[in-house]
C-alpha cells in the first residue's frame, strides 16, 4: 500500500530536476487535483481497507483474504488516479499465473508507489510480494504486510529472513506466485538499477520459471518524493518465461544478467500505437 515519499539526499539533484520537469509538465491544475483529490482518497482507502485486512488476519493468517482486500484497494486507486494500463507481451503468463507444476516469479521494474496496485489489479491471481523490512515501520502498509503473508527481508540482518525465506520457498513450491523487485527499491531516475545480488535465489531453488515484466510509465506517474499523481496512460509489458530446471547458486549470475537483458529490452522497446 502507498508509503509516504522518502526524505530527500542533498545529492539528488537530477532527480529533483526530473521531478520538476514532470510537474511543470502537468501543472498547477494537475497538482491541485493530486493533493486535494487523489491523495486523501487514496489515505482513505488505505487507512479502511488496511485495518479490515487487519482484523481479517486474525482469522486468516494464509493471507487469500487480505490478498482480495489488496486487490480492491487496487482497483479502487487505478480508478481514481485515471491512469488506464495496457497490458502487452506474454499476456497469457498473467492470465495463468501460476498451474502448480511450474511454480513462477514476476520480476518487475519498480520506479512508483503505485508499482504495487497495478500488479494486483493486473496480475489476476493470488501471489506473495518479497519487501524491504523497512516498510514494516508504516502504518497500516507494514501492517497489513507482516500479517498477510508476504516475505519480509532484512538487508541489514539477512539471519533475521531465514524463516521467511523458507516459508516462501515451500509457498513457491506449492504454486504460490512470487512477485521480487530485483532492483531492492524503486528508481531515483527512472533508469533501471542494478539488481540485487541473490534476487533469483528462490527461483533457482524452487527451479520456478522467471516471468519479465516491465512498469512503463511509472516513475512520470508518481516518482519518489512527491505526492504529485500525474494521470497518463500506462503499460505492463510481460515478457517470455525463462526456466530455471538444472540451474544452480553457480548460475546466479548468467541468470541475473539473462532476465535484466530481457527486462531492458521491454522497457526500451518502441510502442505499437
Request: with cysteine; glycine share 6%.
Amino acid at each position: 500500500m502507498l508509503p509516504p515519499p522518502a526524505a530527500t539526499p542533498p545529492d539528488l539533484r537530477l532527480e529533483e530536476s526530473l521531478v520538476s520537469h514532470l510537474s511543470h509538465r502537468h501543472g498547477w491544475p494537475s497538482r491541485l487535483r493530486s493533493y486535494f483529490f487523489i491523495d486523501p482518497l487514496i489515505w482513505a482507502y488505505t487507512i479502511v481497507l488496511g485495518s479490515i485486512s487487519l482484523v481479517c488476519s486474525l482469522f486468516d493468517r494464509g493471507g487469500r483474504i487480505q490478498h482480495s482486500l489488496a486487490r480492491a484497494w487496487s482497483w479502487l486507486i487505478m480508478k481514481t488516479i485515471l491512469s488506464p494500463v495496457t497490458v502487452t507481451g506474454n499476456v497469457a503468463a498473467v492470465q495463468a499465473g501460476s498451474n502448480g507444476n511450474a511454480p513462477r516469479v514476476f520480476a518487475v521494474t519498480h520506479a512508483s508507489a503505485l508499482d504495487i496496485p497495478i500488479l494486483y489489479v493486473y496480475l489476476p491471481f493470488q501471489f506473495r510480494i518479497i519487501f524491504k523490512s523497512e516498510l514494516l515501520s508504516y502504518p497500516f502498509i507494514g501492517w497489513h504486510l507482516k500479517r498477510s503473508g508476504q516475505v519480509c527481508i532484512n538487508q541489514q540482518n539477512p539471519q533475521a529472513s531465514i524463516g521467511a525465506i523458507k516459508s516462501a520457498l515451500r509457498g513457491l513450491r506449492n504454486g504460490m506466485p512470487l512477485v521480487i523487485f530485483p532492483e531492492g527499491g524503486r528508481t531515483r531516475d527512472g533508469n533501471i538499477q542494478p539488481f540485487l545480488p541473490g534476487a533469483f535465489f528462490l527461483a533457482i531453488k524452487a527451479q520456478a520459471e522467471i516471468v519479465p515484466v516491465a512498469l512503463l510509465d511509472t516513475f512520470d506517474l508518481l516518482p519518489m518524493n512527491t505526492y504529485h499523481v500525474k494521470c497518463q496512460p500506462l503499460e505492463m509489458r510481460v515478457g517470455d518465461a525463462i526456466p530455471t530446471t538444472g540451474l544452480t547458486m553457480a548460475d546466479m549470475d548468467a541468470l541475473s544478467a539473462k532476465v535484466k537483458a530481457s527486462i531492458e529490452a521491454l522497457h526500451s522497446a518502441p510502442r505499437t500505437t
